[in-house]
């Protein structure tokens, strides 16, 4: 639907989000720098909610706000920047970018996603997970196709409206679902510790010995990035609320209890498009979906290239044979890869998607019981056994149980980079006292190697599941701690390039 007016800022085209979708953001707009008008709205999208803003002023005077002082602009990539209007009720994100989308001109662009001013500290805590996901949007579907069409002999709102039409539409839909279903299905806060299975430990342990700390330890190995699955959505829930424990506040913000699936009918530049919403998504931390129904039971409902977009590997749990599969168990490995695939990424400005489901067949997915001997965490198996001890009938006791041994493990984490940076700042010490005009390279070989049977006894560090649990949490501290503690090829190269500087 659109929308005329006398005002040429005024003259943009009007969408009502769909129901499914149009519950988290007030409005959404694109504006673009008018060298003669200013800040100029091309499309709006708005909320189907009693929030939604239908103030045209208002949003005109919004992307005045994210356009202004961007004249000249020459800066590459997206720019985020955040406003927080009281006077207007408000609070806006905003993305700007400048292209050439008519040749030999460059355009100034603002995106912008408004939410009730009420709403700020809950969306401060999502507000980097929804820049991620909005700057992939922009890249993706918005960017990369309106600078193929360039050379294009056309005006500049027709190049618009034909990408977001055709390129845009639909991935935007899916992201504002996304949004909304994060806050529809979010974990509640504070948790009530009797919706847990820290509630009734040994009724779980009846069902299989040890399943509880497998969960928790690999949980804790791989940052938080866990997804549980199972057709029983009680014991799904209820084991996202148990591991939610031992997130942060803000990071049960960006996690998401089990939903239904729900397929959406959206129609775009090329017809109907059925979308399936709630599917998984890439830099959530706790999410529970429905078991595949199909007659091959070891596929999982995600592929492999998903699990591969996470910061961290991932915790797969399965609610219905009380499994634990952890995805790439080597932390320092996946780092290195990750950083590597994004490397090839950037110099090729194109990537290869595989689309197939990931199977437990992997061979990056690692079974526990097979990997039991490195995951195995004492600090887990001691935190259980005492907290069995406690009273569950009184409010808060389990609870802040819980925090101190959260506590406990990141002081062990920062005395675990204190640590590292010592040896580290010691090695190069001595190797540049000893180095003088020798070549650096032939004396490599004598570069101190990180000792972690060593490290384990200072820190006071039992098992070698312990020590990855710390290191995850040292990662959070200090990046790449786990290429100088797991990988310790690591550390040489790296005080060697640092020499090579000199």
């Known amino acids: 639907m659109s929308s005329s007016f006398s005002y040429p800022e005024l003259q943009y085209k009007k969408y009502d989000l769909p129901v499914e979708s149009g519950t988290y953001f007030s409005s959404i707009a694109l504006a ?6 200013g800040p100029k709205l091309l499309h709006v999208w708005t909320g189907q909610n009693p929030r939604a803003l239908n103030d045209d002023r208002k949003l005109v005077t919004i992307a005045n706000f994210t356009l202004n002082d961007e004249a000249g602009r020459d800066q590459e990539g997206i720019e985020t920047k955040f406003y927080s209007l009281p006077k207007h009720g408000v609070i806006a994100s905003a993305f700007v970018f400048s292209l050439e989308v008519v040749e030999g001109k ?14 700020l500290s809950e969306y401060l805590a999502r507000h980097a997970f929804c820049q991620d996901k909005a ?11 309106l600078v193929k069409m360039s050379s294009e002999k056309a005006l500049l709102i027709d190049k618009v409206d034909k990408v977001i039409s055709e390129c845009f539409r639909t991935p935007l839909m899916i992201f504002t679902e996304l949004m909304s279903s994060i806050r529809a299905y979010a974990i509640p806060h504070p948790i009530d510790i ?3 299975f820290l509630g009734d430990i040994p009724a779980l342990e009846r069902q299989s010995p ?3 700390k497998k969960a928790i330890t690999s949980h804790l190995q791989t940052g938080g990035y866990t997804v549980v699955l199972g057709q029983d959505s009680e014991s799904v829930n209820r084991m996202i609320l148990t591991l939610g424990l031992f997130l942060t506040p803000k990071e049960q913000k960006t996690s998401r209890l089990l939903s239904s699936p729900v397929l959406v009918a959206m129609e775009d530049g090329e017809g109907v498009n059925i979308i399936h919403l709630y599917h998984y998504e890439p830099g959530l931390y706790l999410q529970g979906y429905t078991s595949m129904d199909t007659n091959n039971s070891s596929l999982l409902p995600f592929t492999k290239n998903e699990l591969e977009d996470n910061c961290m590997p991932s915790t797969i749990i399965n609610m219905d044979k009380l499994e634990v599969w952890v995805f790439n ?3 320092a490995n996946y780092i290195r890869e990750r950083s590597e695939r994004i490397r090839k990424f950037e110099e090729e400005k194109k990537g290869t998607r595989r689309s197939e489901y990931l199977s437990y067949n992997d061979k990056d997915l690692c079974n526990y ?7 195995d965490s004492s600090l887990v198996q001691v935190f259980l056994r005492e907290v069995q001890l406690l009273p569950v009938n009184t409010p808060g006791v389990i609870e802040s149980y819980t925090t101190q041994f959260i506590r406990l493990l990141n002081l062990k984490a920062f005395a675990l980079v204190k640590y590292v940076e010592a040896e580290l700042k010691t090695a190069a010490e001595q190797q540049a006292s000893a180095m003088g005009d020798h070549s650096l390279q032939l004396a490599a070989s004598s570069l101190p190697r990180m000792n972690t049977t060593l490290l384990m006894q200072n820190l006071s560090i039992n098992t070698e599941g312990d020590l990855r649990v710390i290191v995850t949490k040292a990662e959070r501290i200090r990046p790449m701690t786990c290429l100088d503690v797991l990988d310790p090829q690591e550390p040489a190269a790296k005080v060697l390039a640092e020499f090579d500087t000199f």
């Open 32 to 37: 673009v720098w008018d060298n003669i008008h």
């Open 329 to 331: 168990i080597n932390l």
């Open 369 to 375: 019981e097979i990997c039991a001997k490195q995951l």
């Open 210 to 212: 040890n399943f509880l």
């Open 135 to 145: 700057e992939k949007l922009l890249c993706n579907h918005f960017v990369s196709h």
């Open 106 to 119: 460059q355009d100034i662009f603002s995106f912008i996603l408004i939410l009730p001013y009420h709403e």
């Open 194 to 196: 009797k919706q847990t």
